[in-house]
């Protein structure tokens, strides 16, 4: 019995080993990690133009609820296709020319087709009451959603 006494003394100082550091990590994580930062880099690359397209149609929807004449519906129509399409050259249309450029880039042909005069006349003539604004409105909040 002293021998088994003598043999449990020795193990007495055994301990499990350490357990392993968590830094720095190993290379598999480093890659990882590498691989996660650029899918991250590329879907905020991605996302941008839909976030700035998005802050847009909601900057220009607020203002068109507020627009009090036809003259700045016209005036956010203008704005809109700056900004949605630069590389045509559009900002010198008026008239039927203006009309048609707004229909050419919209999912519902014809919705414009009972307001070519208020589209058209509108930046020249004074400000009126009631008038063509709410269906021109209408019209204009649905091309900002189709387009933007």
Avoid: C
Avoid at 11 to 17: E, F, G, I, Q, V
Avoid at 66 to 85: G, M
Wanted: hydrophobic share 55%; no cysteine; net charge positive.
């Amino acid at each position: 019995m002293n021998e088994d006494f003598e043999l449990a003394a020795l193990l007495r100082d055994a301990h499990p080993p350490e357990a392993p550091p968590w830094w720095p990590l190993a290379p598999g994580w480093w890659f990882a990690l590498f691989v996660l930062l650029v899918l991250a880099a590329y879907a905020l690359r991605l996302l941008r133009p839909w976030w700035r397209r998005t802050r847009l149609r909601r900057r220009l929807l607020a203002a068109l609820s507020a627009a009090a004449s036809e003259a700045e519906v016209s005036q956010l129509l203008r704005a809109a296709a700056l900004e949605r399409f630069p590389e045509q050259p559009h900002a010198g249309l008026h008239g039927a020319q203006w009309i048609a450029f707004l229909e050419a880039r919209d999912r519902a042909p014809g919705r414009f087709a009972a307001l070519h005069a208020a589209l058209a006349e509108a930046p020249y003539r004074p400000p009126r009451a009631g008038g063509e604004l709410a269906p021109l409105r209408e019209a204009a909040r649905g091309w900002l959603r189709a387009v933007l």
